[in-house]
């Protein structure tokens, strides 16, 4: 859509949108020029693929091409709406699409470094301007006139003689404007504008709450005997992140996003374990100036409020109306359907830790689980994760284990480039080719924690593909991988191998985007099916020649050994029945707070409206707490995941039903990726995900893939795990 599209990065921030600013006095136009020549936003960057200058940009550059890329785009906007001529699809809609370009420069690094590596400035930048930035958005979905052209156009798309792209474009144009209000009373409007602007600031003081909360609830250590159990790498670590904080002679754990914290599963010391896991789950409730109870119940009333405006049930309804499930009640259903199967096998877990734990005179508790997984691993599988880490060094698992995948699926290739600034010394930037060869993309890889850095693992752009604007994909992951002390090898635990993938599978949604208009391109699809493609590419961590090719110690390049990879595979599905009961925890208190009718969002107690929708839903299950509590839940309050955590679900069905389609049909071939990449990959938005789903399957998705794939059902006799 209009280039201003770019304020809603897939796995980044969820801003709304923005008017300009009341004017200040006019500064010399000789300054104004100045000051113009300088920033490097106000003109297209001449590195590779228009990637960001970022030798070249400055904190103080971002805010003056925020408010100038606003106005900008308002001219243009209102020269289309203002056009005397008849609309047509080139002097309206496919206008919109060349505006803002601008805007969106700036909004793709500013938003990319808000989440990635932030800082004071950048933070009351966000904080000026997130208001601002929903009014321009408003600005330009309640344009009457406007509307009016597009709206002709979607009443004649079946007259226009276009092709199905321009089709789908016109029809998603139509809906995302009536979706922003644009048939709305003119009272309502302003209803909905107040709305918009108000929940845009609150989104941002829940990110900077959070981002302060966590920084503030890493555990510091005067003794190391506290760490007793983790790695000598993990403890030189603790130590490192201690002195760059200017605590020398001392250790500290900084906290994950998730509830239960890595190194829970080695520490020795339970009042440790303990106290890691209460400092994660109040990071955010401790009544001071990071508690974000208030915001998100206020986030939550707001968000009932505009459903009610748009004639929706509850927010959950709206949201989903423009999703795969369409209903909240086909989420839900998919998830309550599970609830029994996966708490019944996290109390087998439960009993095979328990019986460790009574050794130990332990009563099993949350922060006791990863401890005493650990230890079921290691006593019946004999498996220790130390011991497996030591495969996983982390370039290795990038350029022989992801990298390796992907050429042997799609045939592209990677050239890391070292004359391409980025905004972080961490930071690796590599040049993807085409198995023709040809130049297709960049790729940013910045893998390691930081305090200034949020929590998780996310994928998205600097530039999108387009066809259109004649732009190659410009993608970045970030993940938030334990950074070691200098020295040391970058060892990462299994699930970070899986990480890895996970979130590069998004950026081969991106990098492959082969459409014409940037608002149908790569990951902007529906929330339930953009983490279709990144699950997906989950399954090639463990494909065996994948696996034999980055698996390797890293001291002496001697692949994993055949006994140790047995016993991995002999462990099998253990501790999916955690994994499993944590994530719909998580989910269905996302659907909780987003089913409620308007006059009950408003929470004293957001603790005691947590317990209850556990319990309502049956997922209150004390030992496997919620992977996210409310307070500190990125992805409902901070991102773009409301009433949508359920997605990971959903596409999961996709993702193993799509897996064993590859099965039937010879497994990790180049014939078989390029299928994939043709048929689901490179389509972005350009028509229905469902549609493209059961074009590339040839029927619609079975769950049964994914029952097997988690131990929750047994494969038919005869048919390959």
């Known amino acids: 859509m209009f280039r201003s599209r770019i304020l809603f990065p897939v796995m980044g921030i969820a801003l709304a949108a923005c008017a300009p600013t009341p004017k200040k006095a006019d500064a010399p136009k000789a300054q104004v020029a100045a000051a113009v020549a300088e920033n490097p936003f106000f003109k297209a960057s001449t590195l590779p693929f228009q990637a960001p200058p970022f030798d070249k940009i400055k904190d103080a550059d971002f805010q003056p091409a925020i408010e100038e890329g606003m106005k900008q785009e308002i001219v243009e906007v ?37 989440q990635s590596n932030t800082n004071d400035v950048l933070q009351n930048v966000q904080k000026e301007e997130a208001p601002k930035i929903a009014a321009h958005r408003d600005a330009i979905f309640l344009n009457p006139k406007l509307f009016a052209r597009v709206k002709a156009l979607y009443g004649q798309r079946d007259t226009l003689g276009l092709d199905a792209e321009s089709k789908r474009l016109v029809e998603r144009y139509y809906r995302n404007f009536v979706r922003a209000g644009a048939e709305l009373s003119p009272s309502d409007q302003t209803k909905l504008r107040e709305i918009n602007k108000e929940l845009s600031s609150l989104g941002t003081t829940f990110r900077t709450k959070l981002l302060a909360g966590t920084k503030a609830g890493a555990l510091e250590f005067d003794s190391v005997d506290a760490l007793a159990g983790l790695s000598d790498a993990d403890i030189a670590a603790a130590a490192e992140a201690a002195k760059a904080r ?29 106290k890691l896991f209460m400092a994660s789950i109040n990071r955010t409730e401790h009544g001071d100036d990071n508690d974000t109870r208030t915001t998100i119940s206020r986030i939550a009333e707001l968000r009932s409020e505009r459903a009610k405006l748009f004639g929706a049930k509850t927010y959950a309804d709206y949201v989903l109306e423009d999703q795969m ?12 359907d599970m609830v029994p199967a996966a708490v019944n096998k996290a109390k087998g877990e439960a009993a095979a830790m328990q019986k460790l734990a009574d050794k130990d005179h332990v009563k099993l508790a949350p922060w006791d689980w990863q401890f005493y997984s650990e230890q079921v691993k290691k006593t019946n599988y004999q498996l220790d994760e130390n011991e497996i880490k030591q495969y996983f060094q982390i370039d290795n698992v990038l350029q022989n284990g992801v990298f390796f995948a992907a050429n042997k699926l799609y045939g592209i290739t990677f050239k890391e480039r070292h004359d391409i600034p980025v905004y972080q010394p ?43 604007l004649g732009t190659k ?58 983490e279709f493609p990144s699950q997906f590419n989950e399954h090639w961590a463990d494909e065996p020649t994948v696996f034999a090719n980055y698996a390797k110690h890293y001291k002496t390049g001697e692949p994993m050994p055949a006994a140790l990879l047995a016993k991995i595979k002999a462990a099998g599905t253990y501790g999916q029945g955690f994994a499993t009961t944590e994530y719909l925890g998580a989910a269905l208190l996302d659907m909780a707070w987003h089913t409620l009718p308007r006059s009950m969002t408003q929470r004293d107690d957001v603790d005691a409206f947590e ?30 995941y409301a009433a949508g955590y359920y ?75």
């Open 78 to 114: 209102e020269r289309i709406a203002n056009n005397p001529d008849a609309p047509t699809l080139d002097n309206t809609i496919v206008a919109m699409e060349r505006t803002g370009a601008l805007l969106a420069r700036v909004g793709k690094v500013f938003f990319a470094l808000s």
């Open 246 to 274: 200017k605590l020398d002679g001392k250790w500290l754990i900084a906290l994950q996003n998730t509830t239960l914290q890595p190194a829970q599963e080695s520490l020795r010391n339970r009042a440790t374990r303990e």
């Open 325 to 336: 499930a369409k209903t909240p009640a086909r989420a839900i259903k998919l998830m309550t």
């Open 426 to 468: 961490d930071v690796r930037v590599f040049e993807v080719f085409d198995k023709d060869g040809t130049s297709m993309a960049l790729f940013y890889a910045d893998y390691f924690k930081r305090d200034n850095k949020a929590g998780g693992a996310w994928m998205s752009t600097f530039v999108d593909q387009s066809g259109l």
């Open 473 to 530: 994909p410009v993608v970045f992951n970030v993940a938030n991988f334990t950074k070691p002390a200098p020295g040391q090898p970058a060892l990462i635990s299994r699930d970070d191998v899986i990480t890895m993938f996970h979130e590069f599978g998004h950026a081969l949604h991106g990098m492959f985007s082969n459409v014409k208009y940037p608002l149908l391109t790569g990951t902007s699809v529906p929330r339930d099916f953009v």
């Open 611 to 640: 317990r209850a929708a556990l319990k309502r839903y049956h997922i209150n299950y004390a030992l496997v707490p919620p992977r996210y509590r409310s307070s500190y839940f990125a992805h409902i309050w901070g991102s773009g």
């Open 647 to 721: 997605a990971y679900l959903w596409t999961a069905v996709l993702r193993d039903d799509a897996f064993y389609w590859f099965k039937e049909h010879g497994g990790m071939t180049r014939e078989n990726g390029q299928r994939f990449r043709d048929m689901v990959l490179s389509r972005g938005n350009s028509e229905e995900t469902d549609v493209a789903y059961r074009e590339f399957r040839g029927r619609d998705p079975s769950v049964e893939p994914l029952l097997i794939e988690r131990g929750l059902k047994a494969a038919k006799p005869g048919t390959q795990k």
